[in-house]
């Protein structure tokens, strides 16, 4: 768990550079209102397609709409991935079980609806949102 560490800037300067080569299985970042899409956008795009990373909390992080395509992207496997998930499974498959967004005011709410029903598995649902 990371507690607010004083400026916006330090948490992206902090864990993008490590995360890629991480084993990092969870990270809870929810919080730190200052964050904002500017320090959660290099975060993100590091976690993309993460190969062990399961549970990830941006709860109050400060995202908006400038975040949308990058929480969304979370939700599906990067394409070309070759490792395994954590628990196992097919190769490229996401190993993300949980993320949390809530407590983000101006994330729009197609965005939270889409997390809500990929954490249900309804695929469908999701993928229709993110559209």
Do not use: Y
Not at 2 to 12: E, M, N, Q, V
Not at 58 to 79: E, H, R, W
Not at 106 to 124: D, I, M, N
């Amino acid at each position: 768990m990371i507690f607010s560490c004083g400026t916006p800037a330090c948490l992206p300067q902090a864990l993008a550079v490590g995360l890629p080569q991480s084993r990092i299985s969870e990270l809870d970042v929810g919080g730190n209102g200052d964050v904002g899409d500017a320090g959660a956008a290099p975060v993100l795009s590091a976690l993309w397609g993460h190969p062990t990373l399961a549970r990830l909390n941006l709860g109050g992080v400060g995202l908006t709409a400038k975040s949308a395509m990058a929480v969304q992207a979370l939700l599906k496997p990067k394409p070309g991935a070759s490792k395994k998930p954590a628990g196992g499974g097919k190769a490229g498959a996401c190993p993300l079980e949980d993320i949390v967004v809530a407590g983000n005011e101006e994330l729009p709410e197609e965005v939270v609806q889409a997390v809500a029903a990929w954490k249900t598995r309804q695929w469908a649902v999701a993928t229709s949102l993110m559209a």
